[in-house]
């Protein structure tokens, strides 16, 4: 499962952290940049990377209705692939 909320909020605080504080035009095209690339950078990181390295169907977490003791928090491994500590 991987808890995909999270991750978006995370990285949505860190975007909005840096446009204000950048001071010109540049620096924010530069951070808006880096959000468009992240939007095209997170589905491939679930589908190819995460899904592929556990051989497993990636299901979001607020999906599951009834969450099973044998599922993998894939979380920690999608942080990993979009850049986030």
Do not use: W
Request: proline fraction near 6%; glycine fraction near 2%; charge should be positive.
């Amino acid at each position: 499962m991987i808890n995909l909320s999270a991750v978006y909020r995370e990285k949505d605080a860190d975007f909005a952290e840096r446009i204000t504080r950048a001071g010109t035009d540049a620096e924010r095209e530069h951070v808006l940049a880096a959000a468009r690339d992240f939007s095209h950078r997170l589905p491939v990181a679930i589908e190819s990377k995460v899904a592929h390295e556990c051989r497993c169907i990636a299901l979001i977490s607020d999906a599951v209705v009834t969450p099973s003791p044998r599922a993998i928090d894939l979380t920690p491994s999608l942080r990993r692939k979009v850049g986030l500590p």
